[in-house]
C-alpha cells in the first residue's frame, strides 16, 4: 500500500495510476491521518462510463476503522471531460455533511482524466468543516 503525505493534488499522482486502468469511473477514498498522511485507501467502486454507485456507509467504514482524522475522495472520468456533473456536485455534498456529522471531514474531493484534474476545494466548491458539536 502506498502511504505518502498529501499535501497537494500532484501527490495524489500515485493513487490516481490505480484508478486509470479501467475504461469505466471508479472512486477511491484516502483515510488521512493528522499529519495529512495516509492511513489506507479503499475502492469504493467501478462504474460505467459515465456514473457511479455506492452506498455512503461503504465510503466511510475505513476511515472510522482507521480513526481518520479527514478523507480525501478520488474519482476519475474516463470520458475525458474533467469538469463535475450535478451529480458529483451533489454527492460531494453529502459526503462532506456526512464527514461533518461523523467527525471526519472531506478534505477535498479531485477528479482527474487522462491529461487534467478537476479539484472542488481549488474551485470553491468546498466549505470549511465544521466538525465540533455543543450539546446545550
Request: charged share 15%.
Amino acid at each position: 500500500m502506498i502511504k505518502l503525505p498529501i499535501f497537494s493534488v500532484h501527490d495524489l499522482i500515485p493513487y490516481v495510476r490505480l484508478l486509470q486502468k479501467d475504461p469505466f469511473e471508479k472512486l477511491l477514498c484516502l483515510s488521512l491521518d493528522h499529519k495529512e498522511s495516509v492511513l489506507g485507501h479503499i475502492f469504493i467502486e467501478a462504474g460505467s462510463v459515465t456514473s457511479i454507485t455506492f452506498a455512503m456507509s461503504h465510503l466511510f467504514t475505513d476511515p472510522l476503522k482507521l480513526n481518520a482524522k479527514a478523507i480525501l475522495v478520488v474519482h476519475t472520468h474516463p470520458n475525458g471531460i474533467v469538469l463535475p456533473s450535478v451529480g458529483d456536485i451533489q454527492v460531494t455534498r453529502h459526503i462532506q455533511k456526512a464527514g461533518d456529522i461523523l467527525g471526519i471531514p472531506l478534505k477535498d474531493h479531485v477528479i482527474f482524466t487522462n491529461t487534467a484534474y478537476y479539484s472542488f476545494l481549488e474551485n470553491g466548491l468546498l466549505r470549511q468543516a465544521n466538525t465540533s458539536f455543543r450539546l446545550s
